[in-house]
């Protein structure tokens, strides 16, 4: 009994350790100009068995359900947070890359890995599958709060959020040619419709079904609300992922449709969700750095392969697959350039690299530490130089204004109140007005505005000024028409 208090308490300890640590190399990967995932990575190396022996972990399967549930949580964020107004335009691009881009790429890397690794067709283009999809946990950590021209940082985002299925539609589809002797090529096909087709129908409906159940069902507490929709939000890749549907694809779909609509709680939700998704993807980093043994990792052997096929996978690859995807879409070459450089690989090859482990594969351990090293190298490479490329490129947008959004004050079976949060920007209508010009609807009542770090208490004759922050008191009621009027642009006058 003794032993078995002490492993919780010391395991215990070490999650506590490790997201301290984690939370304070996101600051320093700032100042290092590093992307926080490649800290967290070497955090768990260092902790392993190989650095200093803390932890012993060598489980393919735990680390695929941890890491499986820490994309569900990312993905969903991510989700939430993305505009229908900004992806829209870019949607068909997006689509295009997300599966003719994954697909070009693949074909690209497996024909060098069958050169490079030795190995027979099939396994190289397995190789291929699993790293030819973008990451949306490393893509969504780069890109959050970036001023990336919008249209390019909306391509970017969709597009990792939606090439997830056609990546696990390959890989899976290699595995199983490569272990059945006589495969049906007919149903493997099928199966990619079936993944992408079901997937965004469930994550329409489920998500709809989410949102009216978030928004109608009365709970005593609003720290009820968030954890409500974490539990659609496993539901939904669960039902899914049980009838062999892309269930990461759903979970983005439904994030999508919850994220853009009229949701109670808004603000509680968001932000839980964003610390949620910021633990997960501290911890399943961290259970794949544990996963990977650095004494065969950093083998002459791997390294020398890992960089041949790094090189080949961002300079030839995904150029390709961008140059090719792209073309009569719009982008200009500078453009072209960008999307090519900002292909983050980060944590869904590393978790499809233990699919062939899970299987039993061949060369499953020697695939898991390349694909390991090409995401370390194209995180640390591409992830680290991505606003400079963006600067020199000149591809560089204005600031992106922040979405008004709700600071609930009181439970809703309490009351019928919340304090709305507006940054200004210089194009909307209120925008140089005074607050007695400004027709507000009923209930509303500005409370407070901070300008330039400093509160100001309002009256009728202070001016809106844009960067302004308001805090606005408004009833449910007035709710959409006050955000209406939040929304109305300046008239363009046409000379």
């Given at each position: 009994m003794g032993l078995e208090i002490f492993t919780a308490d010391y395991f215990i300890l070490l999650v506590a350790l490790f997201l301290i640590v984690g939370v304070l190399a996101t600051k320093f990967s700032t100042h290092l100009g590093v992307p926080a995932l490649i800290l967290f990575i070497l955090i768990g190396m260092i902790t392993g068995s190989d650095g200093l022996g803390l932890i012993y972990f060598d489980n393919a399967n735990q680390a695929q359900i941890i890491g499986t549930l820490a994309l569900v949580i990312i993905i969903f964020e991510?989700?939430?947070?993305?505009?229908?107004?900004?992806?829209?335009?870019?949607?068909?691009?997006?689509?295009?890359?997300?599966?003719?881009?994954?697909?070009?790429?693949?074909?690209?890397?497996?024909?060098?890995?069958?050169?490079?690794l030795g190995v027979t067709w099939l396994e190289g283009f397995l190789f291929g599958a699993i790293v030819g999809s973008?990451?949306?946990?490393?893509?969504?950590?780069?890109?959050?709060?970036?001023?990336?021209?919008?249209?390019?940082?909306a391509t970017l985002e969709a597009e990792s959020g939606t090439n997830d299925p056609m990546a696990v539609f390959l890989t899976l589809t290699f595995i199983q040619l490569i272990i059945l002797e006589n495969p049906n090529y007919f149903l493997l096909t099928g199966k990619f419709f079936w993944q992408m087709g079901v997937g965004i129908i469930t994550g329409l409906s489920l998500g709809k079904l989410a949102l009216n159940a978030i928004n109608r069902i009365n709970l005593d507490s609003s720290g009820l609300y968030p954890v409500f929709s974490v539990a659609f939000a496993f539901l939904i890749?669960?039902?899914?992922?049980?009838?062999?549907?892309?269930?990461?694809?759903?979970?983005?779909?439904a994030a999508l449709v919850i994220g853009n609509s009229e949701l109670t709680y808004q603000?509680?939700?968001?932000?839980?969700?964003?610390?949620?998704?910021?633990?997960?993807?501290?911890?399943?980093?961290?259970?794949?750095?544990?996963?990977v043994f650095p004494t065969q990792l950093f083998t002459l052997d791997v390294v020398l392969k890992g960089l041949l096929l790094s090189a080949v996978l961002i300079l030839i690859a995904r150029p390709a697959a961008v140059f090719i995807s792209s073309i009569k879409m719009g982008y200009d070459f500078k453009e072209k350039i960008f999307l090519s450089w900002a292909g983050l690989r980060g944590a869904v090859p590393i978790v499809l690299a233990t699919f062939p482990m899970t299987a039993g594969l061949e060369n499953n351990q020697l695939f898991f530490n390349v694909i390991f090293f090409v995401v370390l190298t194209s995180a640390l490479v591409q992830g680290s130089t991505i606003m400079l490329f963006a600067t020199k490129l000149n591809l560089l947008g204005t600031k992106r204004v922040q979405p008004p959004h709700s600071l609930e004050l009181i439970s809703i079976g309490k009351a019928n109140a919340e304090i709305i949060e507006c940054e200004v920007n210089g194009d909307m209508n209120i925008a140089g007005k005074?607050?007695?010009?400004i027709a507000f609807p009923k209930d509303v009542l500005?409370?407070?505005?901070?300008?330039?770090?400093?509160?100001?208490?309002?009256?009728?004759?202070?001016?809106?000024?844009?960067?302004?922050?308001?805090?606005?008191?408004?009833?449910?009621?007035?709710?959409?028409?006050?955000?209406?009027?939040?929304?109305?642009k300046k008239e363009t006058l046409i000379v």
């Open positions: 991510g989700g939430l947070n993305t505009k229908l107004s900004r992806i829209k335009p870019v949607a068909s691009q997006s689509i295009t890359l997300a599966t003719v881009g994954v697909l070009i790429t693949s074909v690209v890397v497996a024909i060098f890995a069958k050169l490079i973008t990451d949306a946990a490393a893509v969504f950590a780069v890109l959050k709060g970036q001023n990336i021209r919008e249209r390019l940082g890749y669960s039902i899914t992922a049980l009838v062999g549907a892309s269930g990461l694809l759903a979970v983005y779909i603000h509680t939700i968001f932000r839980f969700n964003e610390g949620f998704a910021w633990m997960m993807q501290i911890m399943m980093f961290m259970i794949l750095g544990l996963l005074t607050l007695a010009q500005v409370t407070a505005i901070v300008r330039s770090s400093e509160l100001i208490t309002p009256s009728g004759r202070t001016k809106i000024e844009a960067d302004d922050i308001l805090y606005i008191l408004v009833s449910r009621d007035s709710k959409i028409e006050l955000r209406e009027l939040l929304d109305n």
